[in-house]
Nanobody, 124 residues
Framework: QVQLQESGGDSVQSGESLKLTCAPS????????VAWFRQSPGKGREGVAN????????HYADSVKDRFTISHDMSKRLVFLEMDQLSPEDTGMYYC?????????????????WGQGTQVTVSS
């Protein structure tokens, strides 16, 4: 089993930045795909960014492209989401998700493991 712990959520003003961290534990050595999803009030959970840790390939949702950056630290097995130019539309609960292999997509059912989420609130 793999456990995922998110951290770094906060309340910020529009235009500011935040950096989220996902810390896998347990049988995390074989995780190859990690993604960040978010769920805004009244909306479904949507994929924001993902990374194939085996090669560093990343994908982003159009809504965050050029503002968000996903990265990973192989030695510490941490995955980060750097968020710049935040706007109120970015408000939501941000979840880290992981899977053992395969291609990295944004389908909810692709991921075997989920964290509890960290709240990001952006005020105008």
């Amino acid at each position: 089993q793999v456990q995922l712990q998110e951290s770094g959520g906060d309340s910020v003003q529009s235009g500011e930045s935040l950096k989220l961290t996902c810390a896998p534990s347990g049988a995390a050595a074989v995780i190859l795909c990690v993604a960040w999803f978010r769920q805004s009030p009244g909306k479904g959970r949507e994929g924001v960014a993902n990374i194939f840790t085996g090669g560093g390939i990343t994908h982003y949702a159009d809504s965050v492209k050029d503002r968000f950056t996903i990265s990973h630290d192989m030695s510490k097995r941490l995955v980060f989401l750097e968020m710049d130019q935040l706007s109120p539309e970015d408000t939501g609960m941000y979840y880290c998700a992981a899977r053992y292999g395969g291609s990295c997509g944004f389908g909810l059912d692709e991921y075997n493991f989920w964290g509890q989420g960290t709240q990001v609130t952006v005020s105008s």
